[in-house]
Every structure is written in structure tokens, then in C-alpha cells.
């Protein structure tokens, strides 16, 4: 949108200081879908933009930091608009430093961090020292919500005015549902005036209860209680319907579920202003994964069938899904290594985001890379956030990528502070090299910054 601000207007520790040297990538394979771009070329970074996409080899050094790029791609890096950093409160799982850290590692110029912290940003004093703390610590812009309501308590509203002018990047009460249609009703209101978007995390605490994973046949060989995926399409369709009804915009969290993109695919036929995502996990496992008890594979939304999965990578090639994001819900091991009942949901997922989706759907020939490197940084729209671009003039922020590159997720430990990826042990196929944000590398390879060197 013309009015989207840069993702730089975020707050991390490179915001006030001078743009690096200038980088120059030799021969690298560029793709920007959005751009029209798909060539082989010499990629020109001066002043914490891209100044040219070159023919390859004709740019001289000059100076440059050069990096010979043959056989790897260059794409806009990616944007996820929903990460857990545990700050404040529950800094022993994450923090600012080491989640923006594993964020850069995964490719991301940017994310927005959720509000259920402990206590959870209901106020401005709490945007403003977060903000703060991010312009100390992070390796790459963060946005922090503001909850919707009071301590995430359902019922009173949060001052949205006085988030929106600390800074506050959208509202949600994510991990909790907003029950009340009314209370819902009230913030869209007050939404226009904010001029915040509203973040949902749809689930009829009714219908999901106590509920450990999807309900359905593995469930119910496993004896464990299960979360009906029309716990989630319902609400979604409620919600919905007040969006429309109040000429708001809404943002859904974490699909889950083939009923889920049907309602999703409904509202934005109606008209409604309606943008949601879907994670790595829900895109490329099921609840089958749950027949171990392995606590990894426990998160909320639950793994769903291998019917919703399609209806996921179907909803996500056509666009009712408009991004990718991961959700990426650190917890640490004493949280997590007990019996699966007991275990806490969520899983870690920014640093094997895009690779997980390129083995899982585009090596197969599920999903077009192009479609992929589209999504991974959609999001940035759904917030007013400029998007991502490699085309000459454009913010620099751009991730270089070994398409060919075999590891395994964990093997080399990870930059978050928790482990808790239901990756651990899978060999993926294709890997982030490195991160460019605002014209500064912020995440290098260890293997390929040695080879660099």
C-alpha cells in the first residue's frame, strides 16, 4: 500500500547506526515474484540499498565486500508477523536478542512479537520499553503488539489510542480467544480510530476445553481429548461477519483447518477485509506425528489431519492464505520433557521456516518457489509494513540462499534460546546463507562467513 511504512521504522539496534560497507553478490540467481524478476545477476548494495542488479560479472569491486554468489539465490527476505519472545517476563525461554537473532538466521528483516507475556503489553509504558529494549538488543526490526484487552482478560478494552501512539504494531490477545462477540464488536470499533490492525486467535474454548490434540482417529486411539477443528472454523466465521458487519479489518492467526480456509475463502468473497497465515508445522505435518507422544508435536492449534494439510497447501498456492508465518513459540526443556498431556503448546520454527516449506512442497513440486518466496514475507502487508523487495532502489534487505544445501534441523544447536522444534533430526534441503536488513549483514552461515573470510 502506498502509505506502508519501511520495515526499517521498527525498532532494532541498527537503526541509528551508519549503513555497512558496501556488499556486492557476484552472479547470484535474484527472484523477486512481485518485482518480476527471475535472472541471474550481480547484486549492487551501497548506503543500505540496492543501488543495481547488474549483468553478471561487469561490476567492478571498488571497495566492496564481494561475495561470490554462482549457484546460490538471492530473494526479499523474509517477514513474520507472529513470534513469542517471552520479554517480559519469561526470559529464560527467549528474549529480544537471542529470537531476533534466530530470526536473522532463518532469513527474516522483521517480525512482530505477540502480547501474551507475563504480564501481558496491555499498556504504553509497557510498548515504549519494549521498543526501548529493541533498539538495545535485537539483530533485526521487531514490532510489538498490544493486547486487545485488559490482561488478555476478555472483557475490558485496552487503551488503543494511547498503544497506537507508543508505537504499538497491531493488537491480539493470541493464545486466548476473544469469547465475547461484543467486546470484539467494541474494539473493531475503536479500531478505525486506533488505526490498528486486530490480530485473532480463533478457538471456542466450549468446543476445544481440555483438549490435547486433534480430535479424530488418532486421538482417539491414543485415548487423549481432542480439539474438533470446528472449534476454530466457527469463530473464524463470527468473526468474520462482525469485521463485515463494522467495515473493519481482521488478521487470523495460525490456520489450522480445511473448514478454516473455507471460511476464510467466504469472508474475503463477501468483501470482508480479511488477511490470515498459516505455519510451517500445520503446512507440512499432521496428527499422525502425535502417535509417538513426542511433546514437539503439541501446539495450538493442534496438528490437524492430512486432509487439512491439503486444504492448507491448496488455500496457500491460491492466496485465500495470505502468508507464512511460524508462530515460533519457545519453551524450555523441563516445560516440555514431561508426559504429552502435561507438556505446554508451541513449538520453535523461525530458523527452519523456509527450509522445512522447500523440502516439504517445493522440492516435491507441491509448491512454486516463486508462490513460496511471495508468502514468506507477505505478511508485512496484513501491518501497513512496506514489502520486502530486491528490486534496484529498495531498502536492502534481502537473503542470500543455498537451494541445494543438505543439513539437519539441530544438528549444529540453534540461536534461539530454546530447542523445542519438531524438526530436530530432519534433513532439510536448502539453507539460509545469509541476511542482509537495511543494507548491514546481520546473520552469516558459520560455515559459509569461514569460506567468506
Request: charged content about 25%; aromatic content about 4%.
Amino acid at each position: 500500500m502506498s502509505d506502508a511504512r519501511p520495515i526499517s521504522s521498527l525498532d532494532w539496534r541498527g537503526v541509528d547506526a551508519p549503513p555497512g560497507p558496501e556488499l556486492l553478490l557476484r552472479r547470484a540467481s535474484v527472484l523477486d515474484p512481485r518485482a518480476g524478476i527471475d535472472a541471474v545477476h550481480d547484486v549492487v548494495i551501497r548506503d543500505g540499498r540496492i543501488t543495481g542488479l547488474a549483468e553478471p560479472g561487469t561490476v567492478e569491486n571498488g571497495g566492496a565486500e564481494s561475495i561470490d554468489a554462482e549457484g546460490m539465490r538471492v530473494f526479499p527476505a523474509f517477514f513474520d508477523p507472529h513470534v513469542h519472545l517471552r520479554t517480559p517476563g519469561d526470559e529464560g525461554a527467549e528474549d529480544i536478542e537471542t529470537g531476533s537473532r534466530a530470526a536473522a538466521a532463518g532469513g527474516y528483516c522483521g517480525v512482530l512479537a505477540v502480547a501474551n507475556t507475563k504480564p501481558p503489553v496491555d499498556g504504553a509504558a509497557d510498548v515504549l520499553a519494549l521498543r526501548e529494549q529493541a533498539r538495545a538488543e535485537a539483530s533485526v526490526p521487531v514490532g510489538f503488539f498490544a493486547c486487545i484487552t485488559r490482561g488478555m482478560g476478555g472483557e475490558e478494552l485496552t487503551e488503543m489510542a494511547d498503544l497506537a501512539a507508543a508505537g504499538a504494531a497491531g493488537l491480539t490477545d493470541d493464545g486466548l480467544p476473544v469469547r465475547s462477540a461484543r467486546v470484539l464488536r467494541r474494539a473493531l470499533r475503536y479500531q478505525r480510530l486506533a488505526g490498528l490492525q486486530i490480530a485473532l486467535h480463533e478457538e471456542d474454548p466450549e468446543l476445544s476445553a481440555d483438549g490435547a490434540m486433534h480430535e479424530g482417529t488418532v486421538s482417539a486411539a491414543l485415548g487423549l481429548a481432542g480439539i474438533p477443528s470446528v472449534s476454530e472454523s466457527t469463530m473464524i466465521a463470527r468473526d468474520a461477519a462482525l469485521a463485515r458487519h463494522e467495515e473493519a479489518r481482521i488478521h487470523v492467526l495460525h490456520l489450522s483447518a480445511r473448514g478454516s480456509v473455507e471460511a476464510v475463502a467466504a469472508a474475503k468473497e463477501a468483501g470482508v477485509r480479511i488477511t490470515c497465515e498459516a505455519t510451517p508445522h500445520h503446512l507440512a505435518l499432521t496428527d499422525e506425528e502425535v502417535r509417538t507422544l513426542d511433546s514437539a508435536f503439541k501446539m495450538n492449534p493442534p496438528l490437524r489431519s492430512e486432509d487439512d494439510r491439503e486444504a492448507l497447501i491448496d488455500g496457500l498456492r491460491a492466496g485465500t492464505i495470505d502468508c507464512v508465518a511460524t508462530d515460533h513459540a519457545p519453551h524450555p526443556p523441563e516445560r516440555k520433557e514431561v508426559p504429552f498431556e502435561q507438556a505446554a503448546m508451541g513449538v520453535i520454527g523461525l530458523e527452519t521456516a523456509f527450509a522445512v516449506l522447500h523440502t516439504e512442497l517445493v522440492v516435491p513440486g507441491r509448491l512454486g518457489l516463486d508462490v513460496l518466496v511471495d508468502r514468506m514475507s507477505a505478511g508485512a502487508s496484513a501491518f501497513d509494513l512496506e514489502l520486502p523487495s530486491v528490486a534496484p532502489g529498495s531498502e536492502a534487505n534481502l537473503v542470500l540462499v543455498d537451494p541445494d544445501a543438505a543439513w539437519e534441523a539441530g544438528a549444529q544447536g540453534w540461536e534461539s534460546r530454546s530447542e523445542n522444534s519438531c524438526f530436530t533430526g530432519r534433513e532439510l534441503r536448502g539453507r539460509v546463507l545469509m541476511t542482509v536488513v537495511g543494507g548491514r549483514v546481520a546473520y552469516r552461515q558459520r560455515q559459509f562467513a569461514m569460506g567468506v573470510a
